[in-house]
């Protein structure tokens, strides 16, 4: 009887514990550190596509419609100016506003310095479930000229930036998957 | 049988190759559906002088994430060329700071952490954000200190959690848990949200103020709540450590991209247990 009792008690623990305990090992999450990275160096690549004014407008739609698809719905990027000027805008706005500022120039060149990525950390939800947040950060180098025969920048500015990513189940055609996104993008600091 | 014997092996070899190849889980890079990755990559030729390459160094050195400042104190930064541990740590002090901390102590407190082989850990208890907001209260701009705590549960999952509110106009802070979840990744987004979820607590009827503990942070709640106490901005955010006995040190973020910056110490005092108390 007493190792019955012990048995269901110790039965109860464990699945506690393995229910409470975050689901994924260190492996798992360092694979998935490195697709957080792959997604974060395309939206640079997006990014750099729109200042640059690469594309036709049928090809900068698909940029654009990619680049949203790697973000969480409800993310907004933040931007800046050296007034120290803040504001916030949804992906697809952000895109249109990058799109005019680059057009206001004759030439804009964007370049990003040292991204750096941290480790996921769980979280826990209100339904007990676990999902992982980490964090990224990156400075931004804007550089435009008003002629592109002009040999010097007519306009320069660097922007620190940093930004959440998440790690969570998401539903997909092939069932319940871990899924990294992009979150909010916010600006620590714009200088020359 | 020794042909059977080989022949295992090399079926179980292949099979190891392809379970390496597969991965465990699906990455869903719609995104790049149609396209040519190679069309991404920026052309060659846009390669201006935007490419300073001192800028990148010194963008690489740059401690960006709080993370990277606990794996330099602790000598396992991979973005320094120096492995010596000595160097590392006195890299960490901020020179703007020079005439507030002595270099002698400076020199004693390296010198104790590397004797003492001291290190520094998330789940550290000895360790606090402070942030310093502006707020308007009873219709006066003025500043109050958030002070929040990194917090790992049993369960293994992680939170700030809001430990006091430093103010004039508030009672002092005790030292009791309260629990307000601010995610574990805040401290790399400038405590973004904080402001946020904390004026939206007067729309939240789960949180009162006998959610909170201690009478510091149930008079905050209340203010909050009767919309007399209203956040506005963080103006400041600060590290402030204590792990290391007989020392307190803070560290800030510099913004300017130079040969050293981001999060480094910028206070450094000799204290006892009574001045970690008071704290």
Not at chain 1, 120 to 146: L, M
């Amino acid at each position: 009887m007493r190792i019955k009792i012990s048995a269901a008690i110790f039965f109860l623990l464990s699945s506690f514990l393995l229910k409470a305990q975050p689901k994924l090992s260190a492996s798992d999450l360092a694979e998935f550190k490195g697709s957080a990275e792959e997604r974060i160096e395309l939206f640079q690549d997006y990014v750099k596509n729109f200042f640059s004014k690469k594309g036709d407008n049928q090809q900068r739609s698909i940029w654009r419609k990619q680049a949203i698809n790697l973000f969480d719905l409800d993310a907004k990027i933040e931007v800046s100016n050296k007034n120290g000027k803040k504001k916030k805008y949804t992906i697809p706005q952000y895109f249109d506003v990058i799109s005019t500022r680059s057009s206001r120039y004759d030439f804009t060149v964007v370049h990003f310095l040292s991204t750096k990525v941290s480790n996921f950390r769980p979280v826990k939800k209100g339904n007990g479930e676990i999902y992982y947040v980490g964090s990224y950060t990156f400075i931004q180098r804007f550089c435009a000229k008003k002629s592109s025969e002009n040999e010097k920048w007519d306009y320069c500015d660097h922007t620190e930036k940093k930004g959440e990513i998440t790690l969570d189940k998401e539903e997909l055609s092939t069932g319940k998957q871990w899924v990294v996104k992009l979150g909010d993008i916010v600006v620590t600091d714009t200088y020359d | 049988m020794k042909g059977i014997f080989i022949t295992i092996i090399h079926v179980f070899l292949l099979m190891l190759y392809f379970i390496s190849c597969d991965k465990p889980f699906a990455k869903t890079d719609k995104n790049t559906e149609g396209v040519s990755q190679d069309s991404l990559i920026e052309n060659p030729s846009d390669n201006t002088d935007i490419h300073n390459w001192n800028l990148q160094l010194m963008a690489q050195r740059r401690i960006s994430l709080l993370e990277e400042f606990f794996d330099r104190f602790n000598g396992v930064d991979t973005n320094i060329i120096s492995t010596n541990r000595q160097s590392a740590l006195a890299s960490l002090f901020d020179k703007d700071y020079k005439n507030n901390i002595q270099l002698d102590s400076i020199k004693k407190f390296i010198q104790e952490v590397i004797e003492n082989k001291s290190f520094l850990d998330f789940n550290d208890k000895d360790w606090f954000a402070v942030l310093t907001t502006k707020v308007n209260y009873r219709q006066m701009d003025t500043l109050l200190d958030l002070i929040l705590k990194f917090q790992t549960n049993q369960d293994s999952t992680q939170k700030w959690v809001l430990v006091g509110a430093k103010s004039s106009f508030l009672p002092a802070i005790t030292p009791k848990n309260n629990d307000f979840l601010i995610k574990p990744n805040a401290h790399n987004l400038d405590f973004y949200k904080v402001v946020e979820s904390l004026n939206e607590l007067k729309n939240q009827k789960k949180i009162n103020s006998n959610y909170f503990k201690s009478e510091n942070l149930k008079a905050f709640c209340q203010l909050l709540k009767k919309e007399e106490l209203i956040l506005l901005d963080i103006e400041n955010i600060e590290f402030h450590f204590f792990q290391i006995p007989h020392w307190h040190f803070a560290v800030k973020q510099n913004n300017n991209l130079k040969q050293q910056s981001g999060w480094l110490i910028f206070k450094l005092n000799a204290i006892n247990t009574a001045d970690k108390l008071h704290f």
